[in-house]
């Protein structure tokens, strides 16, 4: 039996963990929030409640394995109480990092540290309570623009106009660079908003980029059978708040009142082009001002750097193909560009070897591949003999205050009551601070009982 360590309790982390141990290994798995889930339970949707209620039945199930030990609020990085060269100082013998794609791609325009500007990773873990996210502003107002085409821009406009309990959002403009052909979302999520869609704006919208998109021969009667099935409906009046598009144009300069919160959006238009068969799209010099009073960009995330791995354009270097993945994706293993070395026995899996890629089911897939290949290493990989005890020890020694299972179900025990009494569903702690001190009432009662 040898000891790993994880490195985030994402759904790669958790999947990954639950099949290294299970081929007998000890896991320790630490990760930077209180509880296990990542984006699981901080960002997919807040309603929907059947998938997130399974997913965490099974992190619970992959917590119940004896061999896996769980360490929350425990964030390793540069920036922290604990680091890389701390955790390689215990010799576990290897170490999996899936702690997803946390850093944020910096949009570069003038203005975009106006206020009303977010990240929608943000955005996101504000509206889904992640402690850290919910004391800061993300107030929203009447009209927003929400940059990028994919679902998550999806669950930004279903949170905006149908879920958000202060109701301020009028009107959502989705900026897109390209056009509606290039459109990422899932008919399925787009149904949760279908009834905002305006489309007497959309026909206009079509009719303006027209003459665009037959210069790359789309053909917009077939718009609906290959990116917007909505259109397949008839066409409804939408009463009160409304999303529209505007296809073809890229952010270019953020403008602020003189509160400092963003008024205007500058966009560059862009026109079309093809090459080998792929659209893409190219700036021109004309430009178009959106009155907006706030701004979130969905345009995918990035790892976070100060977790202090080789880096590449937007996750953490694995060592090059070597042909065994028939997508072509970089093997899992950390690899360091700048002497060519792999870096022995660490590991990286999910959205922290390829930022922003796909749903829960691909992030499982790859913390599983990625255990796989961890298991292979293993078996010539030198004894670690640290334990879970030794590793409590050296974070307490750094003043951590460590969430063990224990304290999961207290907290879980806390969260429930509060619900019951509250008469509500479900019920979840927006902030650390709250969570610990609930942990240690429900651990005093019980050593009261
Ligand atoms: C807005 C949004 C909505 C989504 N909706 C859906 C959906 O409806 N259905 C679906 O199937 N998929 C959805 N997804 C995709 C899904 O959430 C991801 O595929 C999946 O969560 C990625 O898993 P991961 O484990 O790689 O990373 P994450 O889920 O991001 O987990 C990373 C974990 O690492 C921890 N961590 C981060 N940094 C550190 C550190 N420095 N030290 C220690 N721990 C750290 C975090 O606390 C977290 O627990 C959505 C994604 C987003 C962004």
């Known amino acids: 039996m040898k000891t790993v360590f994880v490195i985030g309790a994402g759904p790669a982390g958790m999947f990954a963990a639950q099949k290294i141990a299970q081929a007998g290994h000890e896991v320790i798995i630490l990760n930077r929030d209180i509880k296990p889930g990542g984006l ?62 946390q850093g944020t791609k910096k949009l570069g325009l003038p203005g975009e540290t106006a206020r009303g500007v977010y990240p929608a990773k943000d955005f996101v873990y504000n509206y889904n309570s992640l402690p850290l996210y919910t004391s800061q502003d993300f107030s929203v107002g009447k009209r927003v623009a929400v940059v990028g085409m994919g ?77 917007f099935p909505a259109l397949k409906k008839p066409a409804e009046e939408v009463n009160g708040s409304r999303f529209r598009f505007r296809f073809l144009c890229q952010p270019k300069e953020i403008h ?36 907006v009073d706030t701004m979130i960009f969905a345009i995918g995330d990035v790892a976070d750097p100060s977790v202090g791995l080789p880096y590449g354009r937007d996750a953490y270097v694995t060592t090059p193909n070597i042909g065994e993945d028939p997508k072509g994706y970089p093997a899992y293993e950390i690899f360091d560009p700048k002497n060519s070395n792999v870096l022995e026995g660490m590991y990286a899996v999910g959205w922290a070897r390829k930022a922003s ?46 969430v063990d299972k224990a304290d999961l179900d207290c907290l879980g025990r806390a969260e429930e009551k509060v619900a019951k009494d509250r008469g509500l569903t479900w019920f979840k702690f927006d902030k650390d601070e709250d969570m610990l001190n609930a942990i240690e009432t429900e651990k005093s009662k019980a050593v009261t009982v």
């Open 40 to 101: 699981a339970e901080y960002g997919i949707y807040p309603t929907k409640d059947k998938m997130k209620t399974g997913l965490r039945k099974q992190f619970a199930k992959v917590l119940s394995l004896p061999t896996v030990h769980y360490f929350g609020n425990v964030t390793v990085s540069n920036d922290s109480k604990i680091n890389l060269a701390d955790l390689q100082a215990l010799s576990p013998a290897a170490i999996v990092f899936s702690v997803g794609a």
């Open 357 to 402: 890629d796909g749903l829960v089911g691909i992030a499982r897939h790859d913390g599983e591949v990625g255990a796989a290949h961890v298991l292979k290493y293993l078996e010539s990989a030198s004894d670690s003999s640290i334990s879970a005890e030794q590793v409590r020890g050296h974070l307490e020694r750094r003043n951590i205050r460590v």
């Open 256 to 291: 602020a009142d003189s509160s400092g919160r963003i008024s205007r959006l500058t966009v560059t238009e862009n026109v079309l082009s093809e090459r080998d068969g792929s659209i893409a799209c190219k700036a021109t010099d004309k430009t178009a001002d959106i009155e």
């Open 151 to 227: 679902n998550v821009m999806v669950d930004i406009v279903h949170w905006l106009l149908i879920d958000d309990p202060k109701k301020t959002t009028e009107e959502v403009i989705v900026v897109a660079r390209r056009g509606p052909f290039e459109a990422k979302f899932d008919g399925k999520e787009f149904n949760y908003v279908e009834k905002h869609f305006d489309r007497k704006l959309f026909d206009e919208e079509l009719a303006r980029i027209q003459p665009q998109l037959a210069a790359v021969g789309q053909d917009i009667s077939k718009l609906a059978d290959e990116t």
